[in-house]
């Protein structure tokens, strides 16, 4: 097939913190050093931030280097941190602890991180740098020596079948020099890059959460603007990991979620019920009563850390971002780190092709720019606190107050991840969890909820949600571990029916919010995510 091409010195895939930092670093470098250097960033969402979903407390350390006059320039960082609250809830109680360390948040603010990325996206232009939304980067290009040479955009107005429908457009080849992968967590394209590189030979499994994410107006009696709340404890048991944020910010604005690790074992579990059930407990129905939820959505988070980033470079890209997996889960911050890899790959690059000739390359250089970063040590010195909650809750705390307070982080030790896909137990070993029915007030089901996140896709277009296997859902996931598909996604696309006495699994792909749970979480890693069309999954607003 015929693909019209353009060319760049550099390639970017997703409009992320990462991929914008990037973008800014490569243009802000080129006029400093007075040099032609193009570059172009896609993004799979129908805008810059419609996929983007985030607590978020902002620790604004990455920024201040990017862009020091950045509240000059108008950045959307408009509520300070004020108080930091970190509380351990039973059924009905709540008894508040010390902040860790990690979690105070003097300096940082809150803000919508899709505004962010807008914001950060109209300084990208300005420095000439090309911002394409709704194009999916659907397929890596190679060139004869086997390095990456760019990526495909997915065609458009193929059918559910798969033909070429009555619109159809083939997509566009971006030819680049050095192609840099942001996609965030579990990005499509990266899965295909570890197998191709071995890029997590000798490292960990990367592990993973899924965070639930609402956001309300609430009474302006009840606002606090700057308070930051963190929760562990309830309605999670001392075996699963898990806990809650609710930050307030601007314009009687509450952002409201809950967290699973993805390493539970219970087939029964849902992390869309768990968030629902959360908001029953006395301290939050105190806080949201008389509001009105406004934003729905939900996205996986790498949670491996230190001892889970892969090699990052290959012959013609890079890694950046949640993809590689910057994320401090016990700050529970990862824009910073996100955009201090972006800006440091982007000056890697920047040097590696100072060379005119040079196409193709490996720019090992960007890690070892990386490791002589205070994200590296950042990372390094809270690398055994996520995989200290294997033990459970009480013993995680305990070893965690001394990894932080005696060792410092500098344990002669690092523990071990496990892969989350591998945990789950029999259902016929586990206990069923019944959970309330929605009031429609305070807690609501999984459609009224995708609703509200704006979610769309063409409806005849092949499925981006493919199986390996036909067979697997029904005589595996169904048959031993009870169908947990249908519980572990929070859209509710997953279902299984009846027809004609026997079960089969149906996919409502229409309903994906893009959260890859379920190309992480299935048991037999037998559901494999790809993009659809561009434009396509949650136009999310302020979140």
């Not at 590296?376 to 705390?397: C, M, Q, T």
Request: aromatic letters at 10%; charged letters at 20%; proline letters at 6%.
């Amino acid at each position: 097939m015929e693909r019209e091409a353009m060319e760049f010195d550099v390639v970017i895939v997703g409009g992320g913190p990462a991929g914008l930092a990037a973008a800014i670093r490569l243009r802000q470098l080129a006029a400093e050093h007075d040099r032609e250097l193009s570059v172009c960033v896609l993004e799979k969402g129908s805008e810059i931030g419609a996929h983007i979903l985030s607590g978020a407390v902002m620790e604004p350390r990455a920024l201040n280097e990017l862009i020091p006059d950045w509240q000059a320039r108008g950045a959307p960082l408009n509520t300070p941190a004020s108080e930091d609250r970190f509380m351990f809830l039973t059924e009905k109680r709540a008894f508040r602890f010390v902040t860790p360390p990690q979690q105070a948040n003097h300096g940082n603010y809150i803000v919508s991180l899709g505004n962010v990325c807008r914001w950060l996206a109209e300084q990208a232009e300005e420095l000439g740098v090309e911002v394409l939304p709704g194009f999916a980067a659907a397929e890596v290009l190679y060139d004869d020596n086997g390095a990456v040479r760019g990526v495909a955009t997915g065609d458009m107005g193929r059918t559910r079948e798969g033909e070429e429908g009555p619109n159809f457009t083939p997509g566009y080849e971006l030819l680049a020099r050095i192609t840099l992968f942001g996609e965030g967590c579990r990005g499509s394209l990266t899965k295909t890059l570890f197998e191709r590189f071995g890029l997590r030979e000798g490292v960990d499994p990367q592990v993973y959460g899924l965070g639930v994410k609402e956001l309300w107006e609430i009474d302006a009696a009840k606002h606090v603007p700057g308070q930051i709340t963190h929760t562990a404890g309830w309605p999670m048991d001392m075996s699963t990991y898990g806990g809650s944020w609710m930050y307030h910010f601007e314009d009687n604005l509450v952002s409201i979620g809950f967290v699973v690790g993805l390493d539970y074992q219970n087939p029964y579990l849902s992390p869309f019920e768990e968030m629902q059930r959360f908001k029953t407990h006395p301290l939050i129905r105190e806080v949201l009563e008389g509001g009105r939820r406004l934003a729905y959505g939900a996205r996986a988070i790498s949670a491996g850390g230190f001892q889970s980033i892969p090699k990052l470079s290959f012959p013609g890209g890079l890694l950046i971002g949640d993809g590689a997996g910057f994320l401090n889960v016990p700050k529970i911050k990862g824009t910073h780190t996100a955009m201090k890899s972006g800006m440091t790959a982007a000056e890697a690059v920047f040097e590696a092709l100072a060379d005119e000739s040079a196409s193709g390359v490996e720019v090992t250089g960007y890690r070892e720019r990386l490791e002589q970063t205070w994200l590296w040590d950042e990372l390094y010195r809270v690398r055994n606190i996520k995989p200290s909650f294997h033990w459970g809750l009480p013993l995680a705390f305990a070893y965690s107050a001394i990894d932080t307070v005696l060792l410092r982080g500098k344990a002669p030790w690092t523990l071990r991840h496990r892969p989350d896909h591998e945990q789950l137990k029999p259902a016929a070993a586990c206990k069923p969890i019944e959970y309330p029915k929605p009031d429609g007030v305070l807690t609501f089901d999984r459609l009224s909820s995708v609703f509200l996140s704006n979610t769309n896709h063409e409806e005849d277009q092949p499925c981006h949600l493919t199986l390996r296997d036909d067979s697997v859902p029904v005589q595996v996931n169904l048959a031993r571990y009870g169908g947990p598909e249908q519980r572990y996604c929070p859209a509710g696309v997953y279902e299984f029916v009846e027809e004609g006495g026997e079960s089969r699994l149906q996919i409502n792909a229409q309903n994906c919010v893009h959260c890859k749970t379920c190309d992480i979480k299935d048991p037999t890693q037998n559901i494999n995510w790809v993009t659809p069309e561009g434009g396509g999954g949650p136009n999310y607003p302020n979140m």
